[in-house]
């Protein structure tokens, strides 16, 4: 007699956001392709597709990437809608997409019901350019109750699969 295990898909909406050039759509790329490219502004917003096997569950994760530039910002609400979690992204090496967090995080947290939001800090391969501190990251993370932080490279693959995982 033959057994067939059949595994349960999930499926699950995860929303990026961030400022513009942080990062949001190669970090997408390495995670849903494995490879490393300089990316265009994202226009609006695009989405992509993993599928992930944990725990003998298929899991189809539907990542959406949320344009940072100031003029789609009054599109953005309606894609969070429905999420499960998200993801915020700054550059390590740039301050100003550091202190636009409360932003992303308010657009986030307005247009989602409570869901998971974890931090990164992109560019982790650039450490000699890294300029915003632990000190900052932590005092961040702990004032506005976030899941996680994870520091990661797209060029590197650095922390990207773990990210990932974790969220």
């Known amino acids: 007699m033959r057994h067939y295990y059949l595994s349960i898909q999930k499926l699950y909406k ?83 997409s550091f202190i636009a967090l409360p932003e992303w995080l308010e657009l986030i947290r307005n247009n989602t019901n409570n869901i998971p939001i974890f931090l990164v800090g992109s560019k982790a391969d650039l450490v000699e350019h890294k300029i915003i501190t632990e000190i900052q990251i932590r005092e961040t993370i702990d004032k506005y109750r976030l899941k996680d932080y994870f520091e990661t490279s797209s060029k590197t693959g650095f922390n990207i699969e773990q990210l990932f995982t974790n969220l």
Do not use: M
């Not at 695009?46 to 344009?67: C, M, R």
């Open 14 to 96: 995860i929303v990026i956001a961030g400022e513009g050039g942080v990062g949001k759509t190669t970090l997408i790329k390495r995670y849903t392709t494995g490879e490393f490219s300089h990316s265009k502004t994202t226009i609006g917003v695009s989405f992509a597709i993993a599928h992930v096997v944990y725990d003998n569950t298929d899991i189809k994760l539907q990542i959406w990437d949320l344009g940072g530039e100031e003029r789609f910002r009054s599109i953005l609400p309606n894609f969070c809608k429905g999420a499960h979690g998200a993801v915020i992204i700054f550059d390590l090496s740039r301050y100003a």
